[in-house]
């Protein structure tokens, strides 16, 4: 009994790590149409910003995260002016390439100027509680799962209520309508873009305690970003937060019931998922700003 | 210029070029001077050709851009080395090596139909990504299975050292898979291939059956990819999960099929070779830098030049052809749009023409 409990808690605190993980690249595919492929590599970097800045400045990831936050908006504003705009209207390929060349730059880039050594980063939320006899609750990633319900539900309020995120939606469901009743469509991809990144990195900050800190922590993010996006719908904040929990979950059980090897099938469960999913729903578990579509005629 | 590309003789020019490549590179191991490790480097070169020509196959010809391709490579080598190996061949003896090479090829080809049956069925990037989760559980599988795949130590093969005889057959087998793809081109099967990634609707109701011909074409790019994995297994005489699965073998079947020309005969063969020489360049110059350059380079290549090297000479794309008209005038640019636009549609409408037999065979 005391071993399931464990689970849910463990799946509960792993599924809020992977909500802010997924928000950033589940609404840029939402609304600009752009797999970023490069995904997991803004995760890193966010990460070493955090890293930086608690090795300089003495500063606690969840103090930081807000600041990394502002700068990834800018790199990701940048990455957009540069890159990302010369590639919304092409195949879906072209766009993947892209980003992929971004992320062969940005880790080896990151490798260069960190080496390729695992760092970790100190919090002062750390631990663990204990609940009853032989059940935890992990500080750090509890208190990520709090600041990941705060952005989920500062997200939903910015999308539903305010003047641009109601562009951003009508953008991604149909661009031209949006530009003839006079949405600067160009301007709303560039913002989502930036603000996606920023949460991305955000999110990479909250969890350099949780995750070593390294040039290559990116494609496996990635992937599971990917996983969860395709199986719950893109751009759906909802999915991202339901996906992300029922990964989680899975993960958890594998790792506690499975021993061993659990932690081994965790990295195959989430391809797994995704294709189960895709074959059954296709059109994704919880709907989104745009169908997933995956099936080939 | 165009009517240059087009002659005959730009083309004879271009044969009798590929002729004295091949015959150099055949008579290149019999001279003094070359040393074992420029063989095994020029074998490894071959390896990337193959591969790029196998994942062109999928993601030139049927548009399936397979993010996972090593995968097939990894599978190969691992058989290759299963079988080789005394103690996890199940026969008490290892098994010579052909046989064990070839049967490691069936297997990774038969596993690429299995596979591809379920990817396939799902389009554009869920395919690709499928592929690259299929490419990471697989490996993951590997490392865990440790009483068959020796887990994460890996497995030694028995060392057995003739660079010219690998050199010779993997030469071989790449100038066959070159003939074969000239000659699949231009079989009603290649069109069939080329109308499926324009019109996969459009080119089932023309009747034909989309789904056997990709998993098929899949099926053999897997084999043939887990052919160089069990020679590049022998000749390496070590497999562990990280050496026999890297992202790498992937990442350079897509950049030099880009680079080359994605979809056409020539391409990957092209740009592999140009990137071989390229990251030997970048390599001796810039060791630190060689990855980033590699990946700028790719951007480049896709935002620039689409098409590839081999596009620029091809008097239907998007070319050097188009770019000397536009600047300088010429029959190419008429008032209604590009000539390549009206030049595609006649391709296309070619195309189709071809698979209206294809119901009835």
Redesign the interface.
Known sequence: MSQLLQVIINGIALGGMYTVLVLGFSIIWGVLGVINFAHGEFVMLGAYTAWLANDQLGLDPFLAAPLVFLFMMMVGFAVQKILVNRVIDRPHLVSLLVMFGVSIILSNGMKLIFSADFRRNDTALDGSWQLMDGVTIPVTKFFVLLAALGIVSALSVFLQRTRMGKSIRAAAQNREAARIVGIDVKKVYAITFALCIGITGAAGALISPILAVQPFQGPPLTLKAFAITAMAGLGSIKGALGGAMILGLIEAGLAIYISGIGTNLAVIASFVILVVALVLRPQGLFGGLRPVDAMAS | MRRLVESKAFRRVAVMLSLAVLAWLVVLPLRESTTNSTLFSLTLMLTTIAISINWNLTGGFTGY?DFGHAVWFGIGAYVTAILMTKQTSGLGIGWPAFPAIVLGALIAGGMAAVIGK?????????????M???F??VR??V??ASPLTGGGVGLTLPPYLNRQLFYYIELGLVVALICFTWWLRRTRFGSALIAVRED??GA?MRGIN?TRLKVTVFSFAGGSTGLFGGLWAFQNTFVDPDIAFV?SRT?DA?MGT?LGGIGTVAGPVVGSAALYWLREVLWANFL??H??I??????MI??YV?KGIVGLFDPRSTSIVTLWSRWFGGESVDAYGSSEDLVQMNDSADSTNDHKTEVTS
């Open positions: 851009v379920a990817t396939m069925r799902l389009k554009g990037p869920y395919f690709s990504i499928a690259l989760g299929t990471v559980a993951e599988i490392r865990v996969e609707v089932e989309a992202e990442i897509v880009m630190d830098y990855l980033i590699q990946g700028l380079l790719l951007i896709v935002l689409p």
